[in-house]
C-alpha cells in the first residue's frame, strides 16, 4: 500500500494560502512560516502531518499527496477547513 508524508499549511484565506506559497517558492522557511500561520496544531512542528496512507486524510489531500511533485507547495487546496499549503516530503 502507498504510503507518503507531508506537512501542510492551514490558513482562512486563498490570498494569504497564495502570498504564502509565493514566499516560499522566494526562499523563505515552510517550517516557520507554518509555526506563524497556520491553524492546525501541527503548525506547532512546522506543519508537519507524519506518515500516512491514502484514506486517512481528506479526499482533497490525498489526490495532491498520492499524485503531485515531492517537494514543492502545492495549493491553495481548498477543504472545509480552509486553505492548505501542501509540500509531500516523502512518498512510497
Avoid: W, Y
Avoid at 61 to 81: A, L, Q, R, Y
Amino acid at each position: 500500500m502507498a504510503r507518503a508524508s507531508a506537512r501542510h499549511i492551514l490558513v482562512d484565506s486563498e490570498d494569504l494560502c497564495k502570498d504564502l506559497i509565493d514566499q516560499i517558492n522566494k526562499g523563505d522557511d515552510f517550517g516557520q512560516l507554518a509555526k506563524e500561520h497556520s491553524k492546525c496544531p501541527s503548525g506547532k512542528n512546522g506543519g508537519d502531518l507524519g506518515e500516512f496512507g491514502p484514506g486517512q486524510m481528506v479526499p482533497e489531500f490525498d489526490t495532491v499527496v498520492f499524485n503531485e511533485k515531492i517537494g514543492i507547495p502545492h495549493g491553495p487546496v481548498k477543504t472545509d477547513f480552509g486553505f492548505h499549503i501542501v509540500e509531500i516530503t516523502s512518498r512510497s
